[in-house]
């Protein structure tokens, strides 16, 4: 009865938030892909085109509501590395050796698919992502066949990709930069961090100053979603005095809390509806043998396979990591799979990578959701027919 009462940990309230929100991102990007098939597609395409204010609906979508997105990412990364799954080091190893492989290899394939043009080759980064909701959302189908510390580890591994994601859209998708708007957006950062030092527990200076960060960093050529990563960053992660639990009182994981509700459920569905929208309308079989289109797909499904496979095998061989609690190689194989559904973050990186050229898009989102298809059905099936696992201990 005692465990009955016991607490959900945050990070399991996360693992099932996200797995839910990944089958309403599902529905979300079918219902996409319908609609601009559709005759409503004139409709579809002209509403994310048109403008309300300085921005088209799609840029409010794209650099506005995913501000909140990469704000939760932030919030999390910070969270696991200083409070959680990632907070010493060998939690850290077996999901960071395989994030770094499971970003390498895909981008290589991607290369070596697209090295004799310039034009397609900007575009290396977009298979190295994995979405975090739309792959819980695959384990979460699948019940008692998968254990909780393959969750865990899935859920770490993205988180680090995410990780690696940011820091390629800052280094290498950030052109036109302006000093004036760039200056005021680190002042304005300085303030934060300065609320963060004296102890300011309140949410509202934070989130009025973030909201004035995220305009400054729009201006600045820097792409607006960082803002919120930078946001993250700044929030306190202690509780008041006087209050004993964590959990419930530091302003990250209230802050956290509270997004957990939006993001998967609204924000995200919003955006894989605006931008998983592709007509298919003269479009052949031909297509998915394009340089590019394939350079998507075949780094999602074998550069994922290969990079989180063969370097989670190189350090659990080796001894620098335990294989997860009940878990085999066959779940370790189905994990890698299920790592190449990239969506989420691999159609922001596609839109970054070709602003300028829908074509370039297009061919993108067709990768994408072939890629991602095909490793969520290869994932799902390895870990459907593989063995059991053994009972977890610790279901909390």
Known sequence: MADRARPVSIFREFIDSEASGGIVLMVAAALALVVANSPLAATYFGVLHAYVGPLSVSHWINDGLMALFFLLVG??????????QLSTWPRRVLPGIAAAGGMAVPALIYVALNAGDPSTLRG????????IAFALGVLSLLGNRVPASLKVFLTALAIIDDLG?????????????SGAYLAGAFAVLAVLIALNRMGVLSLVPYLALGAVLWFLVLKSGVHATLAGVALAMTIPLRRAPGIASDLEASPLHRLEHGLHGIVPFVIVPIFGFANAGVSFAGMTLAALGEPLTLGVAAGLVAGKLVGVLGTSWIAI???LADMPANAGWSHITGVALLCGIGFTMSLFIGLLAFADSPALQDATKVGILAGSLVAALLGALVLRLGPMPAPDLDES
């Not at 290396?124 to 979405?131: E, G, L, N, Q, V």
Request: proline letters at 3%; zero cysteines.
């Open 317 to 319: 061989r080796t001894g």
């Open 124 to 131: 290396w980064a977009i298979p190295t992502a994995t979405d």
């Open 165 to 177: 994601a940011v820091i390629i859209i800052a280094l290498f998708y950030t052109t036109g930069l």
């Open 75 to 84: 919030l999390e990364i910070k969270r696991e590395v200083l409070d959680g």
